[in-house]
């Protein structure tokens, strides 16, 4: 859709005197109205008005010379009104190839010329022209008709009349012969292209819409396993809302009900999402699931021979909603899942987009069509909320993850699954890693080369029982985290954890960061420092298979660590701790910890419970290593016995 408004522009000039006029003659024209679309659903049709509020302008051009800086600037209101999802461009340019200002007197030769370079007005030459937004500081060239320049672009519709302010500057010189100076200009407003799309509804509305199909497919779990899932859930019938069918299905009943335990448990019979051929017939008993702002409807039914939810547009995909949480949560989709027909190029919001989905036995997810370039948050997107114990392989190959601030728990609990490939992950504005990996503890293939780390600050429980035994984290920039609770927790390999590299200038929280760690040996360097930690509960306990901890490389600060109870502790109802020697370069200071303790009443406990076998540096230790008070954090030495030793 376009309009174009043409203006004209005139100054006169009498024996010496001036007595210029300059007029700005406007004439409207639609060029062109088409709007191509085969949709016979959408209430939704572009509309375009635009106007200009003078239809004509006087310029006195005596006022002009006779000026201190002999230039003035004139100013066009245009107002545009659009309901074009995608907004408009509105174009400048002259008439014809000619930008300037002409005398149109017989035998006239002077002209206005166009300005040659972006400048201001007091930059302008004598006898130049030039236009600019209002809002602007310099003026442009005046383009010609060949080479429209770009004026105002917009991408959404206008919330009613957008008024856009267009000046026009121009400055005169004395020896300007007197005459009649003309041209046009042809402003274009031009709806920008829309393409129309299928939208699908937020998860939230699809998954309350969906109630309708949890009680067809109760029906058909019912008559086809026996299973009566409405029997197993918790809660009183009389509590539920009912929602009536249109009809009969299959002889089941017409009411379903409550939403929450109920979808959960018949989200396991699905056995798919696919794209049909064909609409669905009023038996298949469809419900609609398009967002209000969908140029599309979308259908979706439970194909009752098999279970697989089927999906329709007239569209050739349908777009999920910018918000999909949750959105295939529970869904069995070992049958197929058709992503193809999906794009995901809309969502922000992929949390608990395919949550359990580890559950349903050997099987692989491929999301190498996914689209994820607007995604901020992948929270749990495929966490098993209890341990998915088979190999669940998922295509991540065509993720991009520039955008992605938060991915709490996005692989928790895959503890059968035995490759993650993240190569395409590159995440410099991730922030939040909290229990990322936590339980892939059956991990054989583990790739991450690109994750970037710089602005994490939350790490709590990122590799908690973990299985991969080479684990390389050498390229993380770890400088802003400060939360490093259970972070290296229950680490399943008994191999060497080599942090030479882990930065934790910044950290706060090393509660649990090492407990029940399997590994034989922790190398650290001077970037380990905790000047700012005030939390080390439990920071080393449990750790079954190391027999020496070295931390003198560290700069292992405790000055302002306020909790500290069961650092060294074992807690471990299995075998013996086999920890001898822990190696420091200082005592620790306990002043902070100590006045906490006091302050709070706490007693003294378990700083080295159970640890039998572990001797200070002269040989000190206790019989009893639960009666190591605060005091014994330190070197061991004559009259100050303490379990720790100098190197």
Known sequence: MQKIFSQQM????????????FALILTFSFVSLNILSNNTFAVYTPTLSASIDQSELTVNGNQIINSISKSTNLTLNLKVNTNNKTGYTTTISSETENTALMNTNPGGTDKISSISDITSLNGFSANTWGYKLSNDVNYNPIPALSSPANLIQTTAKTNGDEVNNIDLGIKLGNNLESGNYKNKLIFSVVTNY??????????KVFNEKLNTIMGIISCYAKKKYGIDIYNN??????????????EEVEGCSKKIFHLEEFQIQLMHIISGFLKSSTPPSSSDNPISVEDDSSDFPISVWVDKNNGVIKFYSLANKIYLNPYSRALFAFFNLKKGFDTQYIDTSMVTDMSYMFFE??????????????????????????????ECTHDFKINLSSFNTRKLINAKNMFNFLVGTKKLDLSSFYTPNLINMEGMFSHCSALTDFKIPNITTDNVVNMDHTFATFGYNKLDIANFNTSRVTNFKGTFSGMLADNDLDLSNLDTSSAVNMR????????KKIILSHKFNTTKVTDMTSMFSSMNNITELDLSNAVFDTSKVIKISWIFGYDSYGPHSKLQKIYVNQDFD??????????????????????????????????????????????DRPGAPGYFTQK
């Open 590 to 635: 306990i002043t902070e910890a100590k006045k906490y303790r006091q302050e709070n009443n706490l007693p003294d406990e378990g700083f080295f419970e159970r640890q039998e076998i572990l001797r200070g540096g002269n040989g000190s230790f206790k019989s009893n290593p639960s009666e190591a008070d605060l005091t014994w954090l330190r070197i």
């Open 10 to 21: 005139c100054f006169l000039k009498r024996k010496q005197k001036i007595i210029c006029n």
């Open 512 to 519: 649990e960061m090492f407990m029940g760690n399997q590994t």
């Open 357 to 386: 989905q580890g559950l349903y036995g050997d099987h692989e997810l491929d999301l190498s069509n996914f689209n994820t370039s607007n995604v901020t948050t992948m929270e749990s997107m495929f966490e098993c909320d209890g």
């Open 194 to 203: 829309y393409e129309e799309k299928a939208i699908l509804s937020s998860s």
């Open 233 to 246: 859930i918790t809660g009183e019938e009389g509590n539920r809302p009912e929602i009536n069918l249109s």
